[in-house]
C-alpha cells in the first residue's frame, strides 16, 4: 500500500546476572543479525537502502529475497533506532555497501524509538502513565529532527519512501496505544511538504494485526516480518520500475 495520505528493540543487549557465587557471569555472546550482514553488488541492478530500526531488520531478509536478481538491497549494519541516532549517523549510512556510491531509492522510517517512555534514568522503558516517564523524542523534537533528516535523504537525489510506524498493540512494554497516530500524522505533514510518498504500513500491519504481530509487543511473529517483507519489495519494485 503506497500512497500520499492527506492527513524497541528486539535485539536488545543482555545484562550481567549475578552467578550463585554471588560474582557477576558474562553475558552470552549474542550472535549478529544476518540482516546486518553486508551485501556485494550485482552489478547493473539498482541499488536499494532500508532505513528503519528492528521492525525494518525484521523484513530486511524477505526483502532481499523477493528482489534477489531485481535490486541490491543494503541496510545500514544496526538498529537505526530514534531520529537522534538518525542526525548522529546517516552520513556514514549513507556511505553503507561503497562510498560515493549512489541510491537509486532509499525506503525509511523513524518513529517507534522516538515514542518510546523511559524513566528517570534516560535508558530504561518506562509506564507511559507514570509522571516520571518522558519520550525519548517528544513530538516537537521529531518534527524538528525528522525535518532535517529528510533534507539530508533529498540531497541524495534518490527515490525516496517514507514507511509509516507500525501499531503499538495494548500492554506493549513503554509504549502507548494511539501514540504511533500522532507520530505518523506529523511525518506525514513533512513528506506531503517535502513531495515524498509513504508507504502505509501502519494501515496494512493493523488490518492483520491478530495474523502478524506479536501480543502486547511492537515486534512481529516471523511469519509476520515475512509479510512485511512481500509488502516491502512490492513497493520498492513498483517504484523503480516507474
Not at 73 to 82: D, E, K, L, Q, T
Request: glycine share 10%; net charge neutral.
Amino acid at each position: 500500500m503506497l500512497t500520499v495520505l492527506s492527513g524497541s528493540c528486539l535485539h536488545g543487549s543482555a545484562q550481567d546476572e549475578p552467578s550463585a557465587g554471588g560474582k557477576s557471569k558474562a553475558a552470552p555472546v549474542r550472535k549478529k543479525d544476518p540482516a546486518l550482514a553486508p551485501v556485494e553488488d550485482v552489478a547493473g541492478l539498482p541499488r536499494v537502502l532500508l532505513i528503519g530500526d528492528s521492525i525494518s531488520m525484521g523484513y530486511t531478509l524477505p526483502v532481499r529475497e523477493k528482489l534477489k536478481g531485481k535490486a541490491n538491497v543494503h541496510r545500514p549494519p544496526v538498529n537505526c533506532g530514534a531520529t537522534t541516532t538518525g542526525l548522529e549517523n546517516l552520513t556514514a549510512w549513507l556511505d553503507t555497501g561503497g562510498a560515493g556510491k549512489k541510491w537509486d531509492l532509499i525506503h525509511f522510517n523513524w518513529g517507534l524509538h522516538d515514542l518510546k517512555y523511559l524513566g528517570p534514568d534516560g535508558k530504561t522503558l518506562s509506564d507511559p502513565s507514570d509522571p516520571a516517564s518522558k519520550q525519548q523524542v517528544p513530538p516537537d523534537q521529531y518534527r524538528e529532527n525528522l525535518q532535517k533528516l529528510v533534507e539530508q535523504l533529498k540531497a541524495t537525489g534518490a527515490i525516496l519512501i517514507w514507511r509509516n510506524t507500525t501499531p503499538v498493540p495494548q500492554g506493549s512494554a513503554g509504549r502507548a496505544v494511539g501514540d504511533a497516530i500522532v507520530y505518523n500524522g506529523i511525518a506525514q505533514a513533512i513528506m506531503t511538504s517535502a513531495g515524498i510518498p509513504t508507504h502505509d504500513l501502519y494501515t496494512y500491519a493493523l488490518e492483520r494485526q491478530k495474523e502478524l504481530q506479536r501480543e502486547a509487543n511492537v515486534h512481529f511473529t516471523d511469519p509476520g516480518s515475512e509479510a512485511l517483507g512481500e509488502e516491502v519489495a512490492r513497493v520498492i519494485l513498483d517504484a523503480l520500475n516507474r
